[in-house]
């Protein structure tokens, strides 16, 4: 199935840094969504994004739907200990027999040091 | 947000036998679940969808007959392992769309973990 290719693959990086990571796909998606997953745990929805160039905050997080509707990225800011866990992006499919069905980035390892 | 469960939360079996594993949207009603599996260190996989009434629709190099899904009620979706293998062993993670928020978005069960012995 499609992959969207997300990066960086991991980041380690010290509390109270800023954290982005991004996701492109050769395909267009009317929705990007990004979630995290803590160990052992399903993905919990972070942001959804649903219009081109839309530019969306959740507290310390802020995430943008490219204007070409290919690609999206996420911000966080000023991280924290419990940030850690993996980051992943998902485009949401425009139509078809794919109708509503999620197709994920590989996922972004953050780690973050006191 | 909205709620999704799965029962259980881990299971351990041998070789051969079979495996249950529910999952509940718990505050709306879910015409669509969806069936991911996740091995470690990589992203969640689509293995199927499942709709309320009908026939669940496979990913490809899924096998139907080896895992079954049955979506007999607008709450409930069941993901069978049939005679499971050790190859088996993986985190399964199912999604409920919540028809009553716009942009058909998907909810994530927490998973449930299996090992096959």
């Known amino acids: 199935g499609q992959q969207l290719n997300q990066s960086p693959q991991s980041m380690f990086i010290q509390e109270g840094e800023d954290v982005s990571m991004n996701c492109t796909s050769s395909s267009i998606f009317n929705t990007w969504l990004w979630y995290k997953q803590d160990p052992g745990e399903g993905p919990v929805l972070l942001i959804a994004l649903y219009k081109a160039g839309e530019l969306t905050s959740n507290g310390r997080l802020t995430a943008q739907f490219g204007i070409t509707r290919k690609d999206s990225f996420l911000n966080i800011s000023a991280s924290i200990p419990s940030d850690v866990g993996i980051y992943f992006c998902a485009g949401q499919s425009t139509g078809g027999s794919t109708l509503g069905r999620l197709y994920f980035g590989r996922g972004t390892q953050l780690t973050v040091w006191p | 947000g909205a709620v999704v469960s799965q029962h259980p939360s881990w299971v351990i079996c041998k070789s051969g036998t079979s495996v249950k594993i529910e999952c509940r949207s718990l505050d709306f009603q879910a015409t669509t679940m969806f069936w991911y599996r996740q091995f470690p260190k990589q992203s969640l996989m689509l293995m199927a969808t499942?709709?309320?009434?009908?026939?669940?629709?496979?990913e490809q190099g899924v096998e139907k007959d080896k895992f079954l899904i049955n979506h007999a009620s607008l709450t409930l979706s069941t993901l069978t392992v049939t005679s499971a293998h050790p190859e088996d062993s993986s985190f399964y993670i199912c999604?409920?769309?919540?028809?009553?928020?716009?942009?058909?978005?998907?909810?994530f069960g927490p998973g449930t973990r299996l090992l096959v012995l």
């Open positions: 499942s709709n309320e009434g009908s026939k669940a629709t496979y």
């Open positions: 999604s409920a769309r919540d028809p009553g928020r716009p942009h058909r978005t998907q909810y």
